[in-house]
C-alpha cells in the first residue's frame, strides 16, 4: 500500500480527518508515517516559538478611548443618511398634516431642505416618545382593575402604527435594519393595541411581550439618537 | 475567541447603545490583536488593525446575523482588515524601499527577544511566514493558532473549506521548506 500524502497527514495532525477515513489506521501503524509525522510536528512547534507580545491588563480601555473618538461622527452621519432618506418618504405625510397641525409649506416659497429635515427629526423624536408613552400605558395599565384598552389608545395606536410602517419602510430601504427590527416589533404590538386586547389575559400577554422584548428601552435609545441629530 | 460576549450586550449594541459596544471592544481587545498580530507579523501594522476591526464591526453591526457565533463573525472582520493593512504595508513598502530585504526580522522588537537563538528562531518563522500569501497564512493562522476547525476558518474567511485546505497544505509546505535546515533539531 502507497503512504498517505502530505495533505493527508496535515488533515491528521490537525485532526480534520475523517474518523472513517482508512489512512489513519495506515498512519498510525506505519514508523515512516510516523518519522514524517514528527518531522512536521517540528516545523509546527518551531513556529509556535513566535508568541504574540503580551498586552496590559487594561489594553481592552485603551482600545476603547482610541474607537470611540471615531465614532460619534460615523453615527451622526448614518443617521443624516436616514433622516435624509426618510425626509423624502415622510414628506408628503408630514405635509397633510399626520403628524402636526401645522400647515404645509407657505406661499413664499418652498422650506429649505435643512428646515425640513429639522422637523422631520422632530416628528420622529415625537414619533418614539408617543410610542413609549402608549406602551408603558400598556404595561402599567394591565395592573389593576380596569384591563381594557379606552377608545383613544386604539385611536392612537393606529396612527402611531401608520407612521412606523413608513419609518420601517426608509429604514430598510437606507440600509438601518436594526432601527427597522425595532419598528418592526413596535408595529407589531401597535397592531394588537390597535385591535383592542379585550381579555385581562390578553393585555397581560401584550405586557409580557413588550418587557420580553425590551421594547421601551429600544425605543429610548433611537429616541436618544434623534436627539443628538 | 476567548471572549464572551452575551445575547443582551449584542443585541444592545445592535439597537446603537454605545456603552454596549464599549463591553464588547473591552472584551475582544485581546483576541483581536493576537490575530491580527498572527496575520500582520508586527505591532504596529496589528494596532492599526484591532482600531480599524472594530470600526468595520460597529459599522457592520446591523448585518451580523444574530443566528451566527458573534465570535467567528470577528474573526472575519479581524482577519480581512488584517488582510488589508497587509496589504496597505506590502505596497508602501516595495515602493519606499525595494532594496530592504530583511524588513520581515526588522520588525521585531528586540525587547522581547529572551535570548539570541530564540530571536534567530523568531526571525526565521516571521520570513518563513511572510513568503505565505494573505490567504495561506489567515488560513494558517486561525486553524493552527487560533484552533477554529476547517468549516469554521472558510466561514471567517469567506471561502469554502476545499480552498481553506488547499491554502493550509500549500502554507505548510511552505513553512517546511523554508524551516527545513532545522527539522530534527529544535524538538
Redesign the interface.
Known amino acids: 500500500m502507497s503512504h498517505p500524502s502530505e495533505e493527508d497527514l496535515v488533515l491528521y495532525l490537525y485532526g480534520e480527518m475523517e474518523e472513517s477515513d482508512f489512512l489513519r489506521g495506515h498512519i498510525e501503524s506505519c514508523a515512516r508515517c510516523q518519522e514524517e509525522l514528527d518531522l512536521l510536528r517540528q516545523v509546527l512547534a518551531e513556529v509556535d516559538e513566535v508568541t504574540p507580545p503580551e498586552r496590559a491588563a487594561d489594553y481592552g480601555a485603551r482600545v476603547w478611548e482610541r474607537v470611540s473618538k471615531e465614532l460619534p461622527g460615523k453615527k451622526r452621519y448614518r443617521a443624516y443618511v436616514w433622516l435624509a432618506a426618510a425626509a423624502s418618504l415622510l414628506l408628503a405625510t408630514f405635509l397633510a398634516g399626520r403628524f402636526t397641525a401645522r400647515p404645509p409649506a407657505d406661499d413664499k416659497g418652498a422650506r429649505s431642505s435643512d428646515v425640513r429635515e429639522r422637523i422631520l427629526l422632530v416628528a420622529l423624536s415625537e414619533h418614539f416618545e408617543r410610542s413609549q408613552m402608549l406602551l408603558l400605558d400598556v404595561v402599567n395599565g394591565s395592573d389593576g382593575a380596569a384591563p381594557t384598552l379606552v377608545p383613544l389608545d386604539r385611536e392612537r395606536a393606529g396612527e402611531l402604527l401608520q407612521a412606523s410602517r413608513l419609518y420601517r419602510q426608509t429604514a430598510y430601504q437606507v440600509g438601518e435594519v436594526a432601527a427597522a427590527d425595532v419598528l418592526e416589533e413596535l408595529e407589531r404590538i401597535l397592531l394588537d393595541v390597535s385591535q383592542g386586547p379585550e381579555s385581562l389575559e390578553a393585555r397581560e400577554a401584550l405586557k409580557t411581550r413588550i418587557e420580553e422584548r425590551d421594547l421601551l428601552f429600544k425605543l429610548r435609545v433611537l429616541g436618544s439618537t434623534v436627539r443628538k441629530f | 475567541m476567548k471572549a464572551v460576549v452575551t445575547e443582551e450586550v449584542l443585541?444592545?449594541a445592535?439597537?446603537?447603545?454605545?456603552a454596549a459596544?464599549?463591553l464588547i471592544?473591552?472584551?475582544?481587545?485581546?483576541d483581536v490583536?493576537?490575530l491580527a498580530?498572527?496575520i500582520t507579523g508586527n505591532?504596529e501594522d496589528?494596532e492599526d488593525a484591532?482600531?480599524e476591526t472594530?470600526?468595520r464591526a460597529?459599522?457592520k453591526?446591523?448585518?451580523f446575523e444574530a443566528r451566527a457565533s458573534f465570535g467567528t463573525w470577528l474573526y472575519r472582520v479581524t482577519a480581512n482588515t488584517a488582510i488589508d493593512v497587509l496589504r496597505r504595508r506590502k505596497r508602501t513598502s516595495e515602493q519606499t524601499d525595494l532594496l530592504e530585504d530583511d524588513a520581515p526580522a526588522a520588525r521585531v522588537?528586540p525587547s522581547?527577544e529572551k535570548s539570541v537563538y530564540?530571536r534567530q528562531?523568531?526571525e526565521?518563522?516571521?520570513a518563513?511566514?511572510s513568503c505565505l500569501s494573505d490567504l495561506e497564512r489567515s488560513a494558517f493562522v486561525l486553524?493552527?493558532f487560533e484552533e477554529m476547525?476547517?468549516a469554521e476558518v472558510s466561514e471567517s474567511l469567506d471561502t469554502t473549506v476545499s480552498a481553506t485546505?488547499q491554502a493550509?497544505?500549500r502554507a505548510?509546505?511552505k513553512?517546511?521548506k523554508s524551516?527545513?535546515p532545522?527539522?530534527?533539531s529544535?524538538?
Open positions: 443585541a444592545r445592535r439597537s446603537g447603545d454605545q459596544f464599549r471592544v473591552e472584551g475582544c481587545s485581546r490583536f493576537r498580530f498572527r505591532e496589528a484591532v482600531q472594530f470600526l460597529y459599522r453591526l446591523d448585518a522588537a522581547q530564540r528562531v523568531r526565521r518563522v516571521e518563513a511566514l486553524r493552527h476547525s476547517l485546505k493550509l497544505f505548510v509546505r513553512l517546511r524551516l527545513a532545522v527539522e530534527g529544535t524538538s
